[in-house]
């Protein structure tokens, strides 16, 4: 079980990490340059373009960076793919990861939440499954998950949210534990 949940850390290591690229570099235009529909920002200041960006190269340097360590340390999940099959999976893990992101934006701005405002669940689930909803239609995504790590991950990801904030709380790098 351990086993199977740090493989699914690892795989999702592409999709976990593009929002934390986007809070460290992230900044500038807003990605709806300020327009709403109904009077409401569309995905509000919280979401730059810079930071999208930022986001989905960071991923993929994240899983480059994964396929090296897999090398030097001799076991196989990412490396199992070709190249080219493992950077179109990663690119879109992680460019999917920040559409889900931008989608969990939209949703919290039509529902009347602002910029920054935690919605529990949506926060922590709206990037991920978007995410799988895109990325699962290449080959290479189910020569690497099956429907068991896809329904664990969706399972396990708020706890380790959670888990992850609150060590960082913990460790003084965040003002509040979520
Ligand atoms: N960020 C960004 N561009 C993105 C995503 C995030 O610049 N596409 C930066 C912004 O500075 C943002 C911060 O990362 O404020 C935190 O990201 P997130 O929690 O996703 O956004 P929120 O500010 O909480 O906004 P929202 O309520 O829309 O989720
Ligand atoms: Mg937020």
Known sequence: MIDLILTLIWLLLPVYTPNNFAVLLGGGKPIDLGKSIFGK???GDGKTIRGFVAGVVGGIFVANFQLVVEK????????????????ILTFLLSF????????GSFVKRRTGFERGKPFPILDQLSFLIISFLISSQTKAFWLLFDLEKVFLAILITPFL???VNVLAYKLRLKDVPW
């Open 41 to 43: 920002r569309i995905f």
């Open 72 to 87: 030097s340390f001799n076991f196989k999940l990412f490396s199992r793919l070709s190249y080219t099959d493992f950077f």
């Open 96 to 103: 999917s990861s920040m559409l889900g992101d931008l989608f």
């Open 161 to 163: 949210h959670l888990f």
